[in-house]
């Protein structure tokens, strides 16, 4: 009897879900649900005004996305009764405050207006201030925090976006029984009791050792914030704290029906929607990359010894596999830097010309730019139009544009945009490699990576390294399915059903060299620019942003 697993990746914009064979991983069925509010970036839906640099989601959208795409797969399985298992990866630190019935404060009518009531998605950057000062907390009490995240504190952590509602909204902060990441909460709803990810916790809430900072740390943020801890997974006196692929509870009958599942089936803990294509994607040993190419890119990679990596949002051991210490990273802009492009600076004539051709503006864009010499004909970017996160780790830099004359067409701004971004990937590796953690091996997985081939190009020419680009559309899903197979007892570890199960079935982009000798010389126009507004030589574009 064959048995199966559901896969569940819940990304910024909407939530995919995959039916798995859990003997070879093959993919029986698909089905996707798109976000109703999307991203709240201007207001709330009451109309409430938002701050710059917010970006907030309504927390009925991740449930009726999860109910709707796993009834759609269950009905798309001959025999429900043989799904054994659930999982998830989702956006990290994507926060939600709750009450002690797991009921988002937004969703009561006094909160509606509340902006800190609402979940907080990844790239919210209402903390960044209050971030700044943790960082000074912790090189004055000599905290080890700093070597945990790459040695600056990310306002996008789950620990942050929860100092920032004590000092924004003392109502919605003294009201709420927990702030939970949005795979924890999930998890939990899929159980009916509370179920913690222990590498999120450690990730992005400042859980080492088995605990929290301490009542000193605290007390230097703010002397009220103490009781914090208990306001994280301490908030609950019964709960699981598991790692992903572990048993760490059973399906709920409440959700089963809802679902259309059989109750008790087994359910991982969730983890970030970054980790889980290292599952999918078949990478279980050091100097093994990967990027997760979307909105944003996630650049994940292994060592056997712990090493000092500035810049990287993670560097813990045993957060990916045991062991091994990983290290977490990458660009709080991608392909969604590319999609405001097309979406925003791309004349009339060109949306003509695709309607016409019956394609989309952004395939038009690419085909244009692929004409286009190396170097997008004169122009530069920088990739930064969501801050950068990794090595800077500054969620105030910004994008820039250089080169533009009133000749310039759009496709040659498109261009530059790739290729800033495959600049930003190359500082990262250069990074890791700098500090003792080798790149052996690149692979590619993620939204973009199946659909623009000059792209995946650019990034090697640029890279000077082969790159494997995985031919499944859905490897964070793929992974979740694989930690799931994992708790329904399918296989005895993560590595043997990731042997089984993972993506084997890759598109190679080889380098070209002549086009890596002429990138050389881009990338090095590159890193001056980079220097020179990211580390201190011109400080405009935080200025302009009033950050300074």
């Not at 201030?129 to 306002?155: N, W």
């Not at 089936?265 to 290292?278: E, K, L, R, V, W």
Request: with cysteine; hydrophobic share 40%.
């Amino acid at each position: 009897m064959e048995k199966f697993t559901i896969g569940l990746d819940f990304g910024s914009l909407s939530c995919r879900g995959i039916l798995v064979r859990t003997s070879d991983g093959h993919i029986c069925a698909e089905a996707a649900m798109e976000y109703p509010h999307g991203v709240m970036t201007e207001a709330l839906p009451d109309g409430t005004p938002l701050e710059p640099d917010f970006a907030l989601q309504h927390p009925r959208d991740f449930r009726e996305a999860l109910v709707k795409v796993v009834r759609e797969l269950v009905g798309k399985c001959d025999d429900p009764k043989n799904i054994v298992g659930i999982a998830m990866d989702t956006t990290v630190s994507t926060v939600l405050a709750v009450d002690s019935a797991f009921l988002p404060l937004c969703e009561k009518d006094e909160f509606a207006s509340h902006p800190q009531a609402w979940a907080k998605m990844w790239k919210h950057h209402g903390a960044s201030d209050a971030a700044k000062r943790v960082e000074l907390i912790c090189k004055e009490q000599d905290r080890p925090y700093l070597d945990l995240y790459g040695g600056s504190i990310s306002p996008e952590s789950l620990f942050m976006k929860a100092i920032e509602t004590f000092e924004r909204d003392r109502a919605v902060y003294d009201t709420s029984a927990c702030f939970i990441e949005l795979a924890d909460y999930l998890t939990s709803l899929l159980a009916g009791e509370p179920i913690f990810s222990t590498p999120l916790l450690r990730a992005k809430a400042f859980y080492e050792n088995g605990s929290y900072p301490d009542g000193d740390f605290l007390a230097a943020v703010h002397p009220d914030l103490c009781g914090l801890p208990k306001k994280l997974s301490e908030a609950f006196g019964k709960k699981t704290l598991a790692y992903p692929g572990a048993h760490a509870g059973k399906l709920c009958p409440e959700m089963a029906e809802k679902l259309g599942l059989p109750a008790g089936i087994a359910i991982s803990a969730g983890t970030a929607d970054s980790y889980s294509p290292i599952m999918g994607i078949g990478i279980n040993g050091a100097g093994q990359m990967i990027m997760t190419i979307g909105t944003s890119t996630g650049i994940m990679i292994m060592s056997d010894e712990p090493k000092r990596v500035p810049g990287v949002t993670v560097s813990i051991i045993d957060v990916f596999y045991p062991g091994k210490c990983g290290y977490g990273s990458g660009q709080t802009s991608s392909g969604d830097a590319l999609g405001w492009f097309a979406k925003n600076c791309v004349p009339a004539r060109y949306e003509r010309e695709a309607e016409e051709r019956g394609i989309s503006i952004q395939a038009l864009l690419t085909e244009k730019a692929k004409s286009l010499p190396i170097g997008a004909g004169g122009v530069m970017a920088l990739d930064w139009f969501n801050g950068n996160k990794s090595c800077l780790a500054n969620p105030n830099l910004t994008g820039l544009f250089v080169g533009l004359t009133l000749a310039t067409r759009p496709e040659q701004m498109y261009r530059a945009l790739i290729e800033a971004t495959a600049f930003g990937v190359r500082a990262i590796i250069e990074n890791y490699e700098k500090s003792g953690v080798p790149v052996r091996e690149i692979r590619a997985a993620g939204g973009i990576v199946g659909k623009n081939k000059l792209l995946m190009q650019i990034y090697a020419d640029v890279i000077g390294m082969p790159i494997m680009a995985s031919r499944c559309p859905q490897v964070p899903a793929l992974g979740a399915a694989i930690n799931a197979a994992c708790a329904a007892g399918e296989y005895p570890d993560q590595r043997s059903a990731i042997e089984a199960m993972s993506c084997k079935d890759f598109d190679i982009y080889s380098p070209d060299p002549e086009n890596h000798r002429e990138y050389d010389r881009l990338y090095a126009e590159y890193m001056t620019l980079h220097d020179y507004f990211g580390k201190g030589g011109n400080r405009i574009m935080e200025k302009l942003k009033g950050k300074i």
